[in-house]
């Protein structure tokens, strides 16, 4: 006898009952979203209405989101279709091409990230339809909110809607944005937030973006000024954009039969071992974190990484394998996606099918072996090009980005940078190591710049030869002599030109006259003539050393320019050189300036073969003459800053220190300068010198920072405390009378005036004898039998170093290693212990754990660990 009922043969009744959803079931719906997946979520109803454009704007008041506002061109829903859309289940039929799928999109995802959705919609040939729905509702029925269609035509007007149909979607009541004290935290938190989501939303829909089906941007709009800022938009971050793959023949198919003939495709990749791109370690997480499946359905990325129980997650030696599968919806039983879009499942029936799979030799295990062996290779010697020096003023334009781009920058070496200087005719440039200078020949200025692309060709190439020696101090003598000969050669061709000029100059002189006296005083001028015709021909070493790189000799142009070791003497001679201006002579050289700062921005917008016109010439003497005035408008008033700093001695800084700063405001008040307003710039000026000395006395002159408000305060403050007498409590009361001021206010001035003891300030210690003894504070209060701050840092680094080797583990790996040596405070634990936490026998258990510890023998990380040993 059995207890077993077949519920298909008992007897059922013919009733039937209906259960309609409780409102509450609005605020559980939608729980797995995070923001990034319902905006994506919201971008996929607007893809399927049509949208090829699509805004995010962020509405914000005193750094709080307010509001999220989603913006698209599509179709438009009439009031039926928003109604249809509003309900849970009710949306529209999609079709396998649609990115909707569950008809709870656009609710699930909006009210899964605040509370009140609202969504104005036009088609553009019905009137507009709007509706508010808010979650906090109870009740057997779910109720919205019907706005009439004037006000919805009103609100679509106002949130910029441009297009003849679209939708406005509009979250309020938010609750997972920042509600820090502080503005700076806020702040912070929304440009990481929308710094993540560009980068989320762009590895999503990137091959939506790269094919120009859809654009998406996101903005911010300030409520409290109505301002909005520059767009940002949302660019593709492709997972599988490299030119070139880890092994010959990838990427391969693995072709899987499930049941009924349907197939199930399988791309597998292998990336290159050394490939370090932000295709590879996507949205700043390492390599290794995307290894796995890449599921796409209509191009829309579902799934992120992960094996999805095929292979364990998280293996070192697998991370360059990335595979694609295509979801088609004749496999949505096998390989199932979840409501939110952000993962898949893989039943069963696709998983054995996988596994199951050859096709043409190939298989999952083959792929698998495959990705370790390429990995391993690569670990053994990775061939990596060196790093370029940097490339400084008078480059090649585009050849600093391409160098970042490429290669990369050394930190150190001396950045490559071009003048011109007068050298010898046969020599092309000269080079400095030590500061990377390379000064070209400005006997053939003329000729090689009126070829541009010849130029910049020879910068690039004598960039490329010198940049390995950048900054090194000297060089051995084979490497000089060999930068010599490819020197000579570079010179050859490059001034070949200018000297066949010069020859067929000389031929058409009268050489009847010229020939017997030639003759008769050189006999050896033939000879010098045909040496004249070779081109390879060595000078002395094109290298200059023996130079201080921070000495002003090492520049020719300034060889005249005198340096005094006191700052303010040197000052004071340079005031010498700038007369005093007139006000025509300020309102003249102010023009200047002016015109200078136009050229400078016509020439940032001509097209790079444009600068080398007679127009891009004048322009670049216009801002010279700019500079030259600027130059003459801040010498003029050296005696103007040195005046002012003067009044502001003995309040925490030294006069050079006050003049510097001066200046700094006088170059501001050179650039706000404003001709028209009538009055003089020595007048106009005097405000912001004074300004930043005082703001500098205010960040610097302390070591306890007392804001710019108060230093304006503070000697009247020291006057009146040094006229009162008394306790403390009483002064401060007399000294806050006096001013006006809150006794708090005076309190704290008060409390601070002191200069805080420097730890070598002497204490007296009395001895065991009965003297005195006079050591320094910090021997008082340093513990001399504390741990030394090397011994400090270690003891702190040891649990990150093996934290980090154990998070590169599987977790069941990483569990076995902390069970089996009591890693993280707890005992250790046997072997059969660990069997049996992780389902295992005690053997199996003993087998991993010798696994895993002789992969970690061979990691990086291991190696730091070494020195504990």
Not at 121 to 127: A, Q, R
Not at 622 to 640: E, F, K, T, W, Y
Not at 814 to 835: K, M, Q, S, Y
Request: proline share 4%; net charge negative; with cysteine.
């Amino acid at each position: 006898m059995t207890d077993r009922i077949d519920v298909d043969e008992a007897d059922l009744s013919e009733r039937t009952v209906v259960l309609a959803p409780d409102a509450s079931i609005l605020g559980a719906i939608g729980r797995g979203h995070t923001l990034a997946s319902a905006l994506a979520d919201l971008i996929d109803n607007s893809i399927d209405a049509g949208a090829t454009r699509v805004s995010i704007r962020f509405v914000t008041r005193n750094a709080v989101v307010r509001s999220i506002r989603i913006r698209d061109d599509g179709c438009g829903m009439t009031i039926e279709q928003l109604e249809r859309a509003m309900t849970l289940g009710g949306g529209s039929d999609h079709s396998g091409s649609d990115h909707g799928h569950f008809r709870v999109g656009l609710k699930a995802a909006s009210l899964s990230q605040a509370r009140i959705l609202t969504v104005f919609s036009t088609t553009g040939f019905s009137p507009a339809a709007g509706m508010r729905l808010d979650r906090a509702q109870a009740g057997p029925q779910i109720r919205a909110q019907a706005i009439d269609a004037g006000a919805a035509e009103s609100v679509l007007q106002k949130r910029g809607l441009d297009a003849d149909s679209g939708t406005v979607v509009e979250w309020s009541g938010l609750e997972s944005v920042s509600v820090a004290t502080t503005y700076h935290a806020r702040r912070n938190w929304f440009e990481t937030m929308i710094v993540q989501l560009r980068d989320e939303l762009g590895l999503t829909f990137h091959r939506l973006i790269a094919d120009e089906r859809i654009r998406i941007e996101i903005d911010e709009l300030d409520e409290s000024s109505n301002e909005s800022g520059a767009p940002r938009l949302v660019k593709p971050i492709d997972p599988f954009e490299f030119e070139q793959w880890g092994s010959t023949g990838y990427p391969k198919v693995l072709d899987a039969e499930l049941a009924g003939g349907r197939r199930l495709t399988m791309t597998c990749y292998i990336l290159p071992p050394a490939v370090d791109g932000p295709n590879a370690k996507m949205l700043g997480k390492p390599r290794a974190a995307w290894q796995g499946l890449f599921v796409y359905r209509n191009d829309r990325l579902l799934q992120c990484g992960g094996w999805l129980q095929l292979h364990p997650d998280g293996g070192v030696d697998t991370q360059l394998a990335r595979a694609v599968i295509e979801l088609t919806p004749d496999i949505l039983d096998a390989v199932a996606m979840n409501a939110e879009k952000r993962g898949v499942v893989l039943r069963p029936s696709a998983m054995q099918a996988l596994e199951r799979a050859r096709t043409d030799g190939f298989s999952m295990r083959a792929y698998f072996d495959e990705a370790r062996e390429i990995w391993r290779r690569g670990r053994q010697r990775e061939l990596r090009a060196q790093s370029f020096a940097a490339a400084g003023e008078g480059a090649p334009s585009g050849l600093e980005a391409l160098v970042q781009k490429t290669l990369g920058v050394r930190d150190d070496a001396a950045a490559i940078s071009f003048g011109w200087v007068d050298l010898a005719p046969r020599q092309l440039y000269s080079f400095e190591p030590v500061t990377g200078l390379v000064w070209l020949n400005s006997q053939h200025r003329a000729e090689l710049e009126s070829d541009p692309r010849r130029l910049e060709l020879l910068k690039t190439s004598i960039f490329l030869l010198l940049e390995p020696h950048a900054g090194k101090e000297r060089l051995a003598t084979h490497t000089r002599e060999r930068l010599d000969v490819v020197h000579a050669a570079l010179a050859s061709v490059a001034i070949r030109r200018l000297a066949d000029h010069a020859r067929r100059d000389s031929r058409q002189g009268p050489r009847e006259a010229a020939a017997p006296d030639s003759a008769h005083d050189d006999p050896d001028r033939g000879r010098a003539g045909e040496d004249d015709d070779d081109g390879f021909v060595l000078l002395e070493s094109i290298f200059i050393s023996g130079r201080d790189p921070y000495e002003p000799l090492a520049d020719p142009a300034l060889a005249n320019v005198r340096i005094d070791d006191d700052v303010l003497k040197d000052l004071l001679r340079r005031t010498k050189d700038f007369p005093l201006l007139s006000a025509h002579e300020e309102v003249e050289l102010a023009r200047e300036i002016e015109v200078g700062v136009l050229a400078a921005e016509r020439i940032a917008s001509l097209a790079h073969e444009d600068r080398g016109t007679a127009n891009a010439l004048d322009l670049q003497w216009l801002v010279r003459n700019g500079d030259r005035a600027i130059d003459r408008m801040v010498g003029s008033n050296l005696r103007l800053v040195l005046h002012i700093a003067k009044r502001y001695q003995n309040r925490g800084l030294e006069l050079a220190d006050l003049v510097q700063e001066g200046i700094s405001g006088l170059l501001h008040a050179v650039q706000k300068f404003d001709r028209f307003h009538g009055t003089k710039f020595s007048t106009y000026s005097t405000w912001w010198i004074r300004q930043a000395i005082t703001r500098a006395l205010a960040d610097q002159g302390r070591t306890i920072r007392f804001p710019v408000h108060v230093v304006e305060k503070l000697p009247d403050v020291i006057k009146a405390w040094k006229e009162t007498s008394g306790c403390s409590a009483q002064r401060i009361n007399d000294v806050a009378d006096a001013l006006g001021e809150a006794p708090a206010l005076i309190g704290s001035i008060v409390d601070n005036l002191d200069a805080p003891y420097s730890l070598d300030w002497p204490v007296p210690v009395e001895t065991a004898d009965g003297g005195t003894e006079w050591v320094s504070l910090a021997d008082e209060l340093v513990d001399a039998n504390d741990l030394a701050l090397e011994e400090h840092i270690e003891r702190a680094l040891l649990p990150l170093l093996v934290k980090s080797l154990l998070d590169a583990l599987g977790e069941r790996e990483a569990n076995v290693i902390r069970w089996r040596f009591g890693i993280g405070g707890d005992a250790p634990r046997t072997l059969d212990v660990v069997g049996a936490s992780i389902g295992v026998t005690r053997e199996r258990a003993r087998q991993i754990e010798a696994k895993t510890l002789e992969m970690l023998r061979d990691s990086d990380l291991a190696k730091s660990l070494r020195a504990y040993l």
